[in-house]
């Protein structure tokens, strides 16, 4: 079953660190790039970060670029998402995606939340 | 980057009515298009590619039309397990941008 599982979410203040993880199943990891998307409490869905099939290259979206590192370990088949200086405004449940190949982001995880608090 | 725009915002339809949902794009996406539903509570799901592929196992009153940076997403039977909020994707190149959303209600 083609599966992607995201950990790591958790409490933390304002300032500090958190790092996600998200474990592939079911599918050739290293072939794909993958995504982060994250969506805030009763908010729309807000595409964050990529990195490409092998790791060389990746992009972040202007709201997080400078504070989010996204890397991965194919080894493993696991994606990360090295978050600091955390904000109020980054609390949202974050997902990551991938098309597997596919056109769009066919492959979801079922999110990991992450709440900014002190 | 590209601005997604979605309209409406929400609309309240009923049971049997056919339902448009617009997407535009501020710069053409090369019809690098996707839609997709997310229901109260659940990951967002794909619905259509390449502006207008249905993705498999997706119902065929689901549609999507468009190209260059006008696109439309209709539901030709609301039903009520549609309920949902609907996103468009530009995913031609980053930022993979996505609309602001549609909330589609019953009425």
């Known amino acids: 079953e083609v599966q992607l599982v995201e950990s790591g979410g958790g409490l933390v203040q304002p300032g500090g660190s958190l790092r996600l993880s998200c474990a592939a199943s079911g599918f050739t990891f290293s072939n794909f790039a993958i995504h982060w998307v994250r969506q805030a409490p009763g908010k729309g869905l807000e595409y964050i970060s990529s990195i490409s099939n092998t790791g060389g290259t990746s992009y972040y979206a202007n709201s997080v670029k400078g504070r989010f590192t996204i890397s991965r370990d194919n080894s493993k088949n696991t994606l990360y998402l090295q978050m600091g200086s955390l904000r109020s405004e980054d609390m949202a449940v974050y997902y990551c995606?991938?098309?597997?190949?596919?056109?769009?982001?066919?492959?979801w995880g079922q999110g990991t939340m992450v709440t900014v608090s002190s | 980057d590209i601005q997604m725009t979605q309209s409406p915002s929400s609309l309240s339809a009923s049971v049997g009515d056919r339902v448009t949902i617009t997407c535009r794009a501020s710069?053409?996406?090369?019809?690098?298009l996707a839609w997709y539903q997310q229901k109260p509570g659940e990951v967002p799901k794909l619905l259509i590619y390449a502006a207008s592929t249905l993705q498999s196992g997706v119902p065929s009153r689901f549609s999507g039309s468009g190209s260059g940076t006008d696109f439309t997403l209709t539901i030709s039977n609301l039903q009520p397990e549609d309920v949902a909020t609907y996103y468009c994707?530009?995913?031609?190149?980053?930022?993979?941008?996505f609309g602001g959303g549609t909330k589609v209600e019953i009425k």
């Open positions: 995606a991938t098309g597997g190949g596919a056109d769009g982001f066919g492959i």
């Open positions: 994707q530009k995913y031609n190149s980053a930022p993979f941008t």
């Open positions: 710069q053409g996406t090369d019809n690098y």
